[in-house]
């Protein structure tokens, strides 16, 4: 092995935007954020996002052994990086909560089920955001399907 140059753009820690989202390879960054500005149409686009990666995402926020991890990077983002915005999104055929098999290939029960894990997720990062004072920082939820990244009310 051997040094190399790399070419990290060190001029600011702070940023505006986190990104919640599975450690699955497959659900990549700079992917993952492109598609995210896409989604987010007319708003404010992410410019520069803090990454937060937990297996199954809403998983790791609501299982009770995987929540300190998330809950000590989320306070990190918004108490060292001003972070405002919070970007979750689970994904479709997640290893975390059994893949697709465990919906034996049923793609609307799927989604449903993720999208109800992530309101419970987002509920909970919700309350903790109340405990650090910083109430006025949203959480936006999205579902990473098997073909599009769709945002969630
Ligand atoms: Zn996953």
Redesign the pocket.
Known sequence: MKAVPIHTNWGEHKCFDAIIR???HR?SGEEVAEALNEALDDQRKIVRADDITG???SLAVLKDEYWPLIRDEVRVAVEKHGVKRFLLL??H?????GGVDKFAGDLVAEREFHIAEMHKAKDKLLAFLMELDASDVEVLLFYWGEHQLEPVE
Do not use: L, Q, S
Not at 93 to 97: E, K, L, S
């Open positions: 599975c450690i699955d659900i297996a199954g995402v689970d994904h055929d997640c290893g975390a909560y």
